[in-house]
């Protein structure tokens, strides 16, 4: 039994509505609803005192297990509950249960607001795009470099947007930082209430990437028909801004449901964030950040020169593909030596 399992089966065992138990321990009663629907844990204080009112001990209420309340483990002299409670499975940076709480409800709340800055990256070259194309059609009565500077500074402020987004939400990240890169030491009832959680995500993370990825092959169909079949620039560059539209709404879903899905992974130092390959991952760390500032450098070199923001975006895609690739390379010789 998990331990929203045990709180609902020990208040009911009690007779207790949700109102009673929430009264006893002096929260609200959408409090004891999140933790028996597993929404949410309780805190530190929360269990302590849940472990005195069900006059149960607080091994019995973390432990994932199928033994009777009544069931007390043998204790060393001189310790009590308490004490057991704060006692960490690994050695490792220490994570309670509260702290590991908080970092999952923060970065679920941070991942919208990131992945749509990410999408507003992606379609920050539609306006310079479409006022190109209108004014070399005649579409519009303005001046080949007052679309420039139209489309430009629409660029411009949706990657400032876009930046201020990551800068803030990065900071409300911060302090968990650690986690990603240190090894941890997670307390009694973590990783079960880790483990429920991604269970319970998983069909929602695996169809935001199957519907997203149908979503980006299905919109090549009209841009690919429309540049074979028109004639125009104005309508080759609404379907380029189409696919760019539908490409932001698609990494909008992979990135929110990533960081989400990676976070649980985080916690149980599982896959990318094993303890093996945190070791490795702090050896590429400066690799990282100086491949993309010189991507960025040369993305804006190459658009400002040859004044070419209709085709310079083709940057991007050919630099994460490269990415990937020398990533990988250097992940295995970093682990072959």
């Known amino acids: 039994m998990t331990l929203a399992e045990k709180i609902m089966s020990l208040r009911k065992k009690n007779g207790w509505s949700q109102e009673e138990l929430a009264e006893k321990l002096n929260v609200s009663r959408q409090s004891v609803s999140k933790w028996e629907s597993g929404v949410s844990i309780p805190d530190i204080s929360k269990i302590l005192l849940m472990g ?38 690994t050695e490792g940076v220490p994570v309670s249960l509260q702290m590991a709480g908080e970092y999952l409800e923060r970065v679920r709340g941070a991942s919208s607001y990131i992945a749509f800055g990410v999408s507003l990256c992606i379609c920050s070259p539609i306006a310079i795009l479409l006022l190109a194309a209108a004014q070399e059609e005649k579409l519009l009565s303005i001046s ?36 990603e890169k240190e090894n941890l030491a997670l307390q009694y009832g973590i990783e079960s209430m880790v483990l429920r959680r991604k269970e319970a995500f998983q069909p929602a993370f695996k169809m935001s990437i199957a519907v ?72 590429l760390e400066g690799f990282v950040g100086a491949y993309w500032c010189v991507v960025t ?41």
């Not at 432990?63 to 001189?78: F, I």
Request: include cysteine; hydrophobic fraction near 50%; charged fraction near 15%.
């Open 297 to 337: 450098a040369i993305f804006l070199a190459v658009s400002f020169i040859n004044n070419s923001w209709r085709i310079s975006w083709v940057i991007w895609p050919v630099a994460a593909v490269a990415f990937a690739a020398i990533y990988t390379f250097l992940h295995r010789y970093i682990k072959g030596k």
């Open 144 to 179: 080949e470099n007052l679309a420039a500077v139209l489309g430009l500074s629409a660029l411009f402020l949706q990657i400032a947007a876009a930046v201020f987004i990551f800068i803030t939400k990065g900071f409300s990240l911060n302090r968990y930082e650690f986690i």
């Open 212 to 283: 997203g990825v149908v979503m980006i092959l299905l919109a090549f169909i009209p841009f690919l028909a429309i540049i074979i079949m028109s004639r125009t620039e104005f309508a080759t560059a609404l379907s380029l801004c189409f696919l760019l539209l539908v490409v932001s709404c698609a990494v909008f879903m992979f990135v929110k449901s990533g960081m989400i899905y990676s976070s649980f992974d985080k916690l149980l130092q599982q896959g990318d964030y094993s303890m093996e390959n945190k070791a490795k991952s702090k050896k």
């Open 52 to 89: 005195e009112i069900f006059s149960v001990t607080t091994d019995y209420l973390l432990k994932d297990s199928e033994q009777d309340e009544n069931y007390r483990p043998q204790l060393p002299a001189g310790t009590d509950d308490s004490e057991q409670f704060d006692t960490f499975e």
